[in-house]
């Protein structure tokens, strides 16, 4: 089966505390990306527009710098999502197993196939 979603990425995360950007390559149900301090590693499934799944982000770099922390001020940090992908976009929503209260919006933008 073909993956429609298979491409790599610009992402762009926010939640009330915090804005962030990276990269992520989406490829047979596998999401593997990063920025300079976090690395992205998840699955999702996707059903005609829907799409779901999970995201683990781990640091990598800059432990101890203050500036450089997550958008959810902690980390590690898993979070499931739900979204829709039309047109070289996916567009998620989702939270953190370790802070349920605050809610993650998400865009990706179709870089390459």
């Not at 926010?14 to 699955?43: C, P, W």
């Not at 710098?65 to 997550?70: A, G, L, Q």
């Amino acid at each position: 089966m073909i993956d429609p979603l298979k491409g790599f990425y610009a992402a762009e995360f926010e939640t009330a505390r915090k804005k962030a950007h990276g990269v992520v390559m989406l490829n047979d149900g596998q999401i593997r990306g990063g920025d300079s301090s976090f690395a992205y590693i998840g699955s999702y499934t996707q059903s005609g527009l829907s799409v779901s799944g999970s995201l683990r982000g781990i640091r990598h770099a800059y432990a101890n710098d203050p500036e450089r922390v997550s958008i959810f001020g902690i980390d590690p940090v898993e979070v499931s999502f739900d979204g829709v992908a039309k047109d070289g976009y996916v567009a998620i929503e989702g939270a953190a197993r370790e802070t349920p209260s605050l809610t993650l919006r998400a865009i990706l933008t179709r870089i390459s196939d």
